[in-house]
Structures are given as structure tokens and as C-alpha cells.
């Protein structure tokens, strides 16, 4: 009954290892291999009879193994876990646990488990990881760019300088001056300065200097205490100035300041503190100054209409942005920008016409961006064409297209030709603006078969 006890344990056991799924080597305490499941040599590549023919030191040196368990378990007299290259290019880990008798190891153990898929889905794994903080990464750094130009949109070589010189100053607290001609987008540089700067989540407050009556140019700076005049609010009113308080001012048309604040402001900028109007006690502040002009500091300082000692405080890093006549790589992108505001603004889907963007561009801007922003919405509103035409740009702009020395420089050939050719222009930019033949004669004030025959004769010529 024992003996078929035993036997009955045997097949249990030999079936049991037979089913693991991970490989079982059992091997003597001077590495001849006892027993090796099917599992074991599908995973290591070997045969029952290759590893019974030699020891696993002969196995090792023979490059079966790359390495082995066994002789580590022997040497640290421990289980041991590695990792290892079989014969069939596996990857597999590996660990040999000892059987003691009598207080020494016996029997080694080794379980070994394929981790070749495990390893490839760990380095896919991996992979991904590494593509999807890519991603993230180019994503803030879009991100990031969408911050650092928001609101300023350039082309040309002078305002990606200028762009460049703001976004090293952004980074210090130096005093920022901006000048250049009025509408040339001081106001939005020096928020593009904020904006790209530590103090980005702080307050950004602009101060209009030429806004403010000089009777009140001190409360609405320093604030004042209660009953500091007759008027003033009870409780008193906070600054502008201390409002800013771990952010920004911009100090807007800084040449109109009243000649008797200037002293005043000086001060503040230089002390970095305030006392209110009616106060005594001084108020502390933390704030990064940006100043902005349309005129000739300097010739002021000369003229002394604006102190010397003001001027020098604010003149640390001067940044001159170049009227747009000077840049005209920039009128294109910025008018493409400003339809697109103005669609969205009143729900049109409006276009410009080529030949009315050739105008604009040749036009020298003596108003700027401003007046490149207010021309672009008149033209867009005023006009009920799909497309704005040559005809829709304002006679301001139109005057040098609309003389003879315009005529002469944009048509080539004789007196006649540049008049045909213009004529040309005038009825083709009527079609395109009115949408039909009909409509295009109305407006020109002539006669439907007038406008078919020359049509005709034009493209003959064609």
C-alpha cells in the first residue's frame, strides 16, 4: 500500500511540474542537472539529454549559459535571482533556491520564468512613455510660444530682434523703455513683456500719462489717506502704483507727465516705495516699471521740459520699435490677423483680394498698426462684397494708386496701353466686388454692353 502510495505521489509530482509553465532544473550540489521539465527547455533552448551529458560549469563554458544561478547559490550559500541570455536568445529570469541536508545544500532548485515578451513590452512600454513626454513637452513648449507671443505677430528681421531683446529683459526686473512713432504697439510689447516675465501672474497695470488732469496725477498714483482734500473718499483710496504691487506698470506717453511729478516718481521708482497724499507713513512697493513715449525724450531733457535724473531712471534698457512703414514684411500677417478678427467680431467670413493687399502694403502708415487696424474694419463693415477690392480701399490710402505717376509706375508700355490696362483693372476689381456684370456697370456709372465688349477685347488680347 506504501509502495503505491509513493508511486501515486511520484506521478502527482512529476505531473505538477510537468504543468508549470515556467521552467523547473533541479540539480545535484556539484551541478549535474536531476531533472528538467519540458517547460525548462522550451525556455532555455536546451534538450533533457544536452544538459545530463555535462555539469553546468561545462554548460557555461561551452556558452549554454550565459551565466548560471547554480554556482551562485553554491558560492553565497542563498537563493539567488538573476538575469540571463539562454541558448535560443531568451530573456529570462532566473532563480535558484537550495535544499539543505544536514545543515548543507544539497539539492539546487532553479525556477526560470521567460521575459523576453515581458522585457519587449517593458521597452515598448518604455518607448511610449518617452513619446508621450515628447508630445508633452512639444506641447508646452507650443504652449509656452503661444504665451510668449501672444498679441505680436512680425515677419521681419527688425521686430524678431526686437521680440528676442524683450524676451532677455523679460527675465531681469530692469527698467524696460519703449518709444518709437503713436500706434507702432508699444502697449503690446510691454504686455508681452509681462507676460514672459516672473511677475506674469501678477497685476499689470497700465497708466495713461496723458489721460490724467495734473490736478490728480498724485492721488491716482500714491492713493491718499481720509480727508487728505476736500472730496476725498472716506477710508481713502489706494494707488496705482501700490495696486501694482508684485507686478507691472506701464507707464504709457510718459512725456506728458506733469514736470511736477516727475521729481516725485523719480523717488518712488528709485526708493521703491510710496507715501499717500495727506500720509506719513511710507508704503513699501514691489513693482517692475516699463515707460513708453511718441516723443523726443532727450530733446525734452534739453529743452527741460522733463527732469534729466526721470529720463536716466528709465532709460536702462531702451527698445526703439521701427514705424511700420519701415517693416512692411509685417503689414501682410498683421492685416490677415485683423480680418480674422473682424469676421469673428461680427460672425463674417469676408476675404481681401490681392490687389487690395498690394495697396495696403504699399501705403506708408503714418498712423501705424492703429490705423492698419481701423482702416481694415471701415473697409469691412462699409463694404457688403465677400471680398474686399481695390475699390473698397479708402481714397487716403488709393490716392498714389489713383494719379498719373501711380498709373506710369505700375503699367508698363505707351500712353495707351497704361490706360487700357487700367481700365482693365477698374471693371475686372467692379466684377469682383459687386459679384456681376450688371452690378459692376451700375456702380461705374456706364452701360452693360460697354463693360461685355471691352471684357471680350481684353481677353482676345490675352
Known amino acids: 500500500m506504501q509502495e503505491i502510495s509513493n508511486r501515486i505521489r511520484s506521478e502527482i509530482f512529476k505531473a505538477a511540474v ?91 532548485v532553479v525556477n526560470s520564468r521567460d521575459i523576453t515578451e515581458l522585457n519587449h513590452l517593458k521597452r515598448e512600454l518604455f ?16 504652449r509656452s510660444e503661444r504665451i510668449k507671443l501672444n498679441g505680436i505677430i512680425s515677419k521681419s528681421t527688425a521686430m524678431e530682434k526686437i521680440i528676442s531683446l524683450s524676451l532677455i529683459v523679460a527675465k531681469v526686473d530692469s527698467t524696460v523703455f519703449l518709444h518709437g512713432e503713436s500706434g507702432v504697439g508699444k502697449g503690446v510689447l510691454s504686455n508681452f513683456i509681462h507676460m514672459n516675465s516672473i511677475r506674469r501672474n501678477g497685476p499689470f497695470i497700465k497708466i495713461d500719462c496723458s489721460a490724467i488732469p495734473e490736478s490728480l496725477f498724485e492721488s491716482e498714483l500714491f492713493g491718499y489717506e481720509t480727508g487728505a ?34 521729481a516725485k516718481l523719480m523717488r518712488s521708482i528709485q526708493d521703491r516705495e510710496i507715501v499717500k497724499v495727506g500720509g506719513k507713513q511710507i508704503v513699501p512697493i514691489n513693482i517692475r516699471i516699463i515707460a513708453a513715449t511718441n516723443r523726443d525724450l532727450e530733446e525734452m531733457v534739453e529743452n527741460k521740459t522733463f527732469r534729466k535724473d526721470l529720463f536716466y531712471r528709465l532709460n536702462v534698457v531702451p527698445i526703439l520699435i521701427p514705424p511700420l512703414r519701415e517693416r512692411p514684411e509685417d503689414i501682410y500677417p498683421l492685416l490677415l490677423e485683423m480680418i480674422r478678427r473682424v469676421n469673428d467680431k461680427y460672425n463674417m467670413n469676408k476675404k481681401i483680394s490681392n490687389e487690395a493687399i498690394e495697396c495696403m502694403i504699399k501705403y ?31 481714397r487716403t490710402i488709393m490716392s498714389n494708386y489713383n494719379d498719373s505717376r501711380w498709373i506710369a509706375k ?44 471691352k471684357l471680350g477685347k481684353y481677353q482676345e488680347n490675352e
Request: proline content about 3%.
Open 18 to 108: 510537468e504543468s508549470s509553465y515556467d521552467g523547473i532544473h533541479i540539480l545535484d550540489k556539484k551541478g549535474k542537472t536531476l531533472y528538467i521539465n519540458k517547460a525548462c527547455e522550451r525556455i532555455e533552448g536546451v534538450s533533457c539529454e544536452e544538459v545530463r551529458r555535462k555539469d553546468i560549469r561545462e554548460l557555461v563554458e561551452s556558452g549554454v549559459y550565459s551565466e548560471s544561478v547554480t554556482l551562485k547559490v553554491l558560492e553565497e550559500d542563498a537563493p539567488v535571482t538573476i538575469s540571463q541570455k539562454a541558448k535560443n536568445g531568451n530573456e529570462i529570469l532566473v532563480t535558484g533556491t537550495p535544499i539543505y541536508v544536514d545543515g548543507e545544500i544539497d539539492i539546487i
Open 364 to 394: 506708408e502708415w503714418p498712423g501705424n498698426i492703429r490705423e492698419l487696424e481701423n482702416v481694415t474694419e471701415r473697409m469691412m463693415v462699409t463694404s457688403d462684397a465677400p471680398v474686399i477690392g481695390k475699390l473698397d480701399v479708402p
Open 229 to 262: 482734500f476736500t472730496g476725498a473718499e472716506r477710508g481713502g483710496k489706494t494707488g496705482l502704483l501700490e495696486l501694482a504691487n508684485g507686478g507691472t506698470v506701464f507707464l504709457d506717453e510718459i512725456g506728458e507727465m506733469p514736470l511736477s511729478m516727475q
Open 127 to 142: 518607448e511610449k512613455e518617452e513619446l508621450a513626454s515628447r508630445y508633452h513637452r512639444e506641447l508646452e513648449l507650443l
Open 410 to 453: 505700375a503699367f508698363k508700355g505707351t500712353y495707351s496701353q497704361k490706360l487700357r490696362e487700367f481700365d482693365k483693372l477698374l471693371i475686372t476689381e467692379a466684377i469682383e466686388k459687386e459679384g456681376s456684370v450688371v452690378k459692376a456697370a451700375n456702380e461705374l456709372g456706364v452701360n452693360v454692353t460697354t463693360i461685355r465688349r
